[in-house]
């Protein structure tokens, strides 16, 4: 943490700190991975209904989230500032803004059949997957509680029990959905139903371990005593930080499922290549999310200790070392594409060919937007971490939307390109992101920081 920490003293900090991150994205990953084999192995319909049911609590999830987001960089810098009074208020009140947010989309959650009829989905398909919302639903509290308290604890470093919860959470959705999805040992076959009860518990044992954690481990900070008292001043100040996390993180989701729309219009076959390139790309991401975390929680540290030389020095590693991964990435990408697509389908399948060679063109594109997407993360993590976000917002909005979208469109259907062009599309709205992002950082704020820290 000292000011003239070596380059690859930078590099071991943010690896120690981001490696368990990664690891925690991961298994994360891991539960929607296990829900999607299981509910495949039951039937094709809960299957198509679990995608559509997780994909409508997915951005609600991430529209509330940028509040727990925001507690990351503020206990950060109050950590650097040894303001233990603050950390308590400022992971207090996310919980309350996390709950308020909870409460209110609730509603949409149990009460969703209309919603997702008015979608355009197919009657029987928008009923199971409402059915399994009524049930998984009112896990929006307890994981938008998990993403405050894992903020808390990735802001003071203890990211090895982030990885350790996560895992064991992992685990426990495996084992409950074996049981009540299929009616394996001694449990009633729920299927679809008992796939949302695992999702549930799941949220629950989440919860259960953070908060265990957070009272037996971190007692001087007493997170829970009196939390049903308001604290409107630092409710504010959540509050601001946090909502344009929330559009910025909902402005990049709904760019995947514009992408997946525009996919569909291709046909079944080039969807099918589509969700196996997002899948292969979402794994290799992860790498990138944590270290933008990782960045997030020492350029508050830095920030807490007025210190723009060591903000510097750590944002100029961690963007070098989310790029070599992106070379790596991008280097595996292109030489072994059949193999990774390969993975996801079977020898049998009649469209294994067809899928084949329209992936294979669609991966490439995906290496490539590795490099750019990698590089927004790190933009918008930085910026996080020196608690900047409302500007970031509308640099994710424009990019995404008023760019990457039409370029999508234009690339794949008014020039012909299809699905390559569709990806290209989406890699020039995330690499106009990670322009601005990376300028705004290194061109305006870090020069802020300095000239005040030198007045």
Known sequence: M???MTLPAHARAIAVLGLPLIGGHLAQMAIGV??????????????????????????????????A????????????ERDEVSIRRATRMGLWISLGFGLCVLPLLIFSAPILRLMGQEEEVAADAALYLTVAGWGII???????????????????????ITVLAAVVNALVNYALIFGNWGAPELGLRGAALASLSTQIVSLVGVVVYAVVALPQHDLFRRLWRPDWEMFARVFRLGWPISI???????????????????????????GIAVQLASITFMVHLGLSNAATVRAGNALG?????????????VTAMSLVFSVVTVTFFFLYPEFFIGI????????RAQILGIGVGILFMAGLFQLVDGAQAIGLGVLRGVQDTTVPMVYAAVSYWVIGVPCSYVLGFVLGYEGIGVWAGLGIGLGVAAVLLNARFWRTVLPGLHHAQAA
């Open 142 to 164: 307890p994981a938008l509680f998990v993403m405050v308290l894992k903020s808390y604890l990735a802001a003071l470093e203890r990211t090895q029990v982030v990885l350790w």
């Open 2 to 4: 000292h000011p003239t």
């Open 69 to 80: 987001w925001a507690v990351m960089p503020m206990v950060a810098t109050f950590q650097a």
């Open 344 to 351: 996801f389908i079977l020898d049998t399948d009649p469209a």
């Open 34 to 67: 296990t829900d999607t084999v299981m509910l495949g192995w039951y039937g094709v319909e809960a299957l198509a209904a679990v995608t559509l049911a997780a994909t409508y609590f997915f951005v609600l999830f991430i529209f509330g989230s940028g509040f």
């Open 305 to 317: 200790r007025r210190d723009s030389a060591h903000l510097a020095r750590g944002a100029g590693v």
């Open 248 to 274: 910025t993180s909902l402005s990049e989701v709904g760019l995947f499922a514009a992408s997946a729309v525009m996919m569909g219009w291709l046909g079944t076959v080039p969807l099918a290549a589509h």
